[in-house]
T-cell receptor, first 115, second 113 residues
Framework: NAGVMQNPRHLVRRRGQEARLRCSPMKGHSHVYWYRQLPEEGLKFMVYLQKENIIDESGMPKERFSAEFPKEGPSILRIQQVVRGDSAAYFC?????????????FGQGTRLTVV | GENVEQHPSTLSVQEGDSAVIKCTYSDSASNYFPWYKQELGKGPQLIIDIRSNVGEKKDQRIAVTLNKTAKHFSLHITETQPEDSAVYFCAASMNTGFQKLVFGTGTRLLVSP
């Protein structure tokens, strides 16, 4: 049973370009969470999605950031017109339900560097 | 909103010693407290968790204690081994209907042989 798969592992973008980060949840998991980790800091919640629905995006910047989890395919975190401050590790986690009685499994992250 | 503070930021111990990492949280509504281990270049991995209706939980060399009154919880690792070296994060979550975790800033644990 493959774990949470994120790709790419490393992504370099120039300022102003778009970054697309992909997350394939574990098999059977329909709940996806995105977190951002700045250097030397803890993870910060960004967004929680179920299939085809954004449930909570209270941690997402209002501009340039968007997320989706389509019926088919991986969840996508999209950052438009990237700036240097977007450089961070972005982690996706998935769980089979929203209940806190089930563990959310994290992927290995995508490390975004904006140059 | 919830705020989680974690101490110390770095911790160096000799193999076989115990290590203790402490966290405090601000929102008394938080009721789920997981601990994650993150190795270099990898994602966080859940190592132990505790819920607010329990004061202590143990799993082999790892234990977590929770003091709801003082709003703090701690991770205890006994008989440390070099492979325990990693960054450890505490987190807290309220019963918002889903796992919305607020993380501490992490503790870098180094276990020297």
């Amino acid at each position: 049973n493959a774990g949470v798969m994120q790709n790419p592992r490393h992504l370099v973008r120039r300022r102003g370009q778009e970054a697309r980060l992909r997350c394939s949840p574990m098999k059977g998991h329909s709940h996806v969470y995105w977190y951002r980790q700045l250097p030397e800091e803890g993870l910060k919640f960004m967004v929680y999605l179920q299939k085809e629905n954004i449930i909570d995006e209270s941690g997402m910047p209002k501009e340039r950031f968007s997320a989706e989890f389509p019926k088919e395919g991986p969840s996508i975190l999209r950052i438009q017109q990237v700036v240097r401050g977007d450089s961070a590790a972005y982690f996706c986690a998935s769980s089979p339900s929203k209940s806190m009685n089930t563990e959310a499994f994290f992927g290995q992250g995508t490390r975004l560097t904006v140059v | 909103g919830e705020n989680v503070e974690q101490h110390p930021s770095t911790l160096s111990v000799q193999e076989g010693d115990s290590a203790v990492i402490k966290c405090t949280y601000s929102d008394s509504a938080s009721n789920y407290f997981p601990w994650y281990k993150q190795e270099l270049g990898k994602g966080p991995q859940l190592i132990i968790d505790i819920r607010s209706n329990v004061g202590e939980k143990k799993d082999q060399r790892i234990a977590v204690t929770l003091n709801k009154t003082a709003k703090h919880f701690s991770l205890h690792i006994t008989e440390t081994q070099p492979e325990d070296s990693a960054v450890y994060f505490c987190a807290a979550s309220m019963n918002t209907g889903f796992q919305k975790l607020v993380f501490g800033t992490g503790t870098r644990l180094l276990v020297s042989p």
